[in-house]
């Protein structure tokens, strides 16, 4: 019965370090998402998995980001050489079903601080 | 493609006073319409959604929101807000499709003062 989770909550890391993000979602949520939450940027799609396939990698920001989603449940968001624009709480939320009408569920997120 | 817009950063209303957080949106096709609320050092929580019928739907903590198709508008509201409602609230839309994400607005916090 846990919710989404997410760690590290926390991850400090310096400028061109890469970092992995990981998300254990819901078990049988099917759809999977990374949400970026930056100040006075509201929350950024970043990318969506159905299962463990990612139909619209749209958000990502360059091809820093990556993410990879196996056993249709665990997701890792790799970011390489990071910047100081990539510090933000990242958001992870899954959902029973893929269609747009289903509530998300969030994990606590990780912030991310590049120095 | 889809957009939310919430035209206002910051809302203050006193405690017992009605509220309102407004939110309009963009999709093609029938909107899928939700609101989060996101309280300090807590994650994001759903409050309530519209998909289908009626206008006015009612969600968690008494706040209800109301769908407007001609005005493309899906406000949040409640009748008495109260000090505990302080949070930073989120409109999104999502669409009748499979394997499209939801799309949250900027969000808008709410201050409510005793």
């Known amino acids: 019965g846990a919710g989404v989770s997410q760690s590290p909550s926390n991850k400090v890391t310096e400028k061109g370090k890469d970092v992995e993000l990981r998300c254990d979602p819901i078990s049988g949520h099917t759809a999977l998402y990374w949400y970026r939450q930056s100040l006075g940027q509201g929350l950024e799609f970043l990318i969506y998995f159905q299962g463990n396939s990612a139909p619209d990698k749209s958000g990502l920001p360059s091809d820093r980001f990556s993410a990879e989603r196996t056993g249709g449940s665990v997701s890792t968001l790799t970011i390489q050489r990071t910047q100081q624009e990539d510090s933000a709480v990242y958001l992870c939320?899954?959902?029973?079903?893929?269609?747009?009408?289903?509530?998300?569920?969030f994990g606590n997120g990780t912030r991310l601080t590049v120095t | 493609a889809q957009s939310v817009a919430q035209p206002e950063d910051q809302v203050n209303v006193a405690e017992g006073n009605p509220l309102t957080v407004k939110c309009t949106y963009s999709v093609s096709g029938n909107p899928y319409l939700f609101w989060y609320v996101q309280y300090p050092n807590r994650g994001l929580q759903f409050l309530l959604k519209y998909i289908t019928g009626d206008n006015l739907v009612k969600g968690s903590y008494g706040f209800e929101a109301e769908f407007n198709k001609s005005q493309t508008s899906f406000h949040l509201k409640k009748p008495s807000a109260l000090v505990s409602d302080s949070a930073l609230y989120f409109c999104?839309?999502?669409?009748?499709?499979?394997?499209?994400?939801?799309?949250f607005g900027k969000g808008t916090t709410l201050s409510v003062s005793s």
């Open positions: 939320a899954s959902s029973l079903i893929t269609m747009g009408n289903s509530p998300l569920h």
């Open positions: 999104a839309v999502g669409k009748n499709q499979a394997g499209t994400a939801l799309i």
